[in-house]
C-alpha cells in the first residue's frame, strides 16, 4: 500500500500553496501535500508549529489565506464545514452526557433525517466495529476513558465521513491505554478504508500509526515519508533530532564520493563516513546523524571499521532490555550508544571512566548540510 508512489493515483486531498495568516503572524506557509485514499496520516510537530491550523483548514473552520485546498477532486473554497465529506473527532470528544452511548452515535444519522431502521442499523455495525455492543445503554459517565474515545470514534465514522480528522485524539488516555488504543484505532481505519488524519505532537504515536508522517515546524512541512524513513533518512537535522534519539556531531567535509560523505570532526580522530545527504560541497561544514542503537561498544580498537571514535565512559543506564552508555570523546562531545542485553555476556562489566571505542558501519550514519 503506497498510492504516493504511483504517479497516476488521484489523490483524496490537495493542498496547493497554502498559507494562512493571523494578521500578520503566518501561521501556515505555502504548503504543498497530497494525501490519499485509505491512508493513516499524520502531521507531526511541536506546540504551535500549525498542525490544528492545517487541519482545521481540511474541515472548513478556518479559510486559507493563499492557495487552494481540493477534496475529492472538488475545491473547497466557500463550502461550508457540514457540505463537506469529512468529520473531525476532537481531543475531549464532546459526547453528550444525557445520552446513552447507543443516541450518542446515532446522533448525526438522526439530525439528517436518515430512516429509522437504517439508523439503527448503521449503530448496530458502529458498536461492533468498536467492540461496544455491551454498552449501548450506558451514559459516558458509566464507562471508561478508553471506552468514550471508541465512542467518539464511533460517532465520527457513522455518516461515513470519506476524511476524518482526529485531533490528538488518545490525549486524554495513560500511556499503557494509549498504545492498546493506537493498535484499535489502525483496525479500525483499515476495516473502514476511511482516511485518516491524525493530528500528535506524539512522535511515537504517529511513528506506530501512520503511513505516513508529515514532520512541520514553524508553519512549513520539513519532512514528508513513511515512518521508516523518516527514522532511517531524515532529509534535515531538524528531522533526526525531532524524531527519536540521535548523535549530530559537527565537522567539515573532508570528501564526497558515491553518495558517501567523509567528515573531519575532531583532531586525534578517524575521519567518519555515511551517506551523502542533501547538498553538500567539500571543505564545507555538516552534521553526522547517527541513532545511539547503530552503535557498538568494545575495549579493543575495532581496526576492521573505518567509522570508530574513542572516548571515556561518563555513565551507563541499565535498562533491564537494553544499556546505554554515554561515552566523552574529544572537545567534550558526548556520543550515545544504545546495545540489546541479549544475553548476560552482552552486558560486559564496563563501569566508569573506562576508555572504550564506539563503531558503527558506513551505512549507519548521515551526513547532513548543517
Ligand atoms: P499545539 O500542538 O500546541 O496545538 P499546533 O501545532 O496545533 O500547536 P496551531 O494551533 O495550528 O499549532 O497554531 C499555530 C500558530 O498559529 C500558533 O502560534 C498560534 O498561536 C497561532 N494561531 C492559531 N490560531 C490563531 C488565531 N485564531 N489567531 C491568531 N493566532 C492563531
Not at 44 to 70: D, H, N, Q, V, Y
Not at 131 to 143: D, G, N, T, Y
Not at 198 to 226: F, K, L, P, Y
Not at 338 to 344: G, H, K, L, P, W
Request: charged share 25%; aromatic share 8%; proline share 4%.
Amino acid at each position: 500500500f503506497a498510492p504516493w508512489t504511483d504517479p497516476d493515483a488521484v489523490p483524496l486531498i490537495r493542498i496547493e500553496g497554502v498559507t494562512k495568516r493571523f494578521g500578520d503572524f503566518t501561521a501556515i506557509d505555502n504548503i504543498d501535500l497530497n494525501i490519499y485514499r485509505r491512508e493513516f496520516f499524520a502531521l507531526l510537530g511541536p506546540s504551535g508549529c500549525g498542525k490544528t491550523t492545517l487541519m482545521r483548514m481540511l474541515a472548513g473552520f478556518e479559510t486559507p489565506t493563499e492557495g487552494r485546498i481540493s477534496i475529492d477532486e472538488q475545491d473547497m473554497a466557500g463550502v461550508a464545514p457540514n457540505r463537506r465529506a469529512v468529520n473531525m473527532m476532537f481531543q475531549s470528544y464532546a459526547l453528550f452526557p444525557h445520552l446513552s452511548v447507543w443516541e450518542n452515535i446515532a446522533f448525526g444519522l438522526r439530525r439528517d433525517g436518515a430512516d429509522k431502521d437504517k439508523i439503527a442499523a448503521r449503530v448496530e455495525e458502529m458498536l461492533k466495529l468498536v467492540q461496544l455492543e455491551r454498552f449501548a445503554r450506558r451514559k459516558p459517565h458509566q464507562i471508561s476513558g478508553g471506552q468514550r474515545q471508541r465512542v467518539a470514534l464511533a460517532r465520527s465514522l457513522a455518516k461515513a465521513p470519506k476524511l476524518l480528522l482526529l485531533d490528538e485524539p488518545l490525549g486524554a488516555l495513560d500511556k499503557k491505554l494509549r498504545q492498546d488504543t493506537q493498535f484499535e484505532l489502525m483496525d479500525i481505519q483499515e476495516k473502514t478504508g476511511t482516511t485518516f488524519v491524525i493530528v500528535t505532537h506524539d512522535q511515537e504515536e504517529a511513528m506506530t500509526v501512520a503511513s505516513r508522517v508529515a514532520v512541520m515546524d514553524n508553519g512549513r512541512i520539513m519532512q514528508v515519508a513513511t515512518p521508516a524513513e523518516i527514522y532511517e533518512q531524515p532529509n534535515s537535522v531538524y528531522v533526526a533530532d525531532f524524531i527519536g534519539d540521535v548523535n549530530l556531531i559537527e565537522g567539515r567535509v573532508s570528501s564526497i564520493d558515491e553518495g558517501r560523505a567523509t567528515l573531519d570532526w575532531a583532531e586525534g580522530q578517524h575521519p567518519i563516513t555515511g551517506q551523502a545527504s542533501g547538498s553538500l560541497s567539500k571543505g564545507g561544514r555538516a552534521t553526522f546523524a547517527v541513532r545511539p542503537e547503530k552503535l557498538y561498544i568494545s575495549r579493543e580498537e575495532p581496526t576492521e571499521r573505518t567509522n570508530r571514535v574513542w572516548g571515556k565512559i561518563l555513565d551507563i543506564g541499565y535498562l533491564g532490555n537494553l544499556s546505554t552508555y554515554h561515552v566523552e570523546t574529544t572537545g567534550g562531545q558526548v556520543i550515545k550508544c544504545e546495545m540489546i542485553n541479549v544475553s548476560r555476556i552482552d552486558r560486559r562489566d564496563y563501569t566508569w571512566d573506562d576508555e572504550v571505542w564506539l563503531s558503527w558501519s558506513d551505512t549507519a550514519g548521515l551526513v547532513l548540510p548543517e
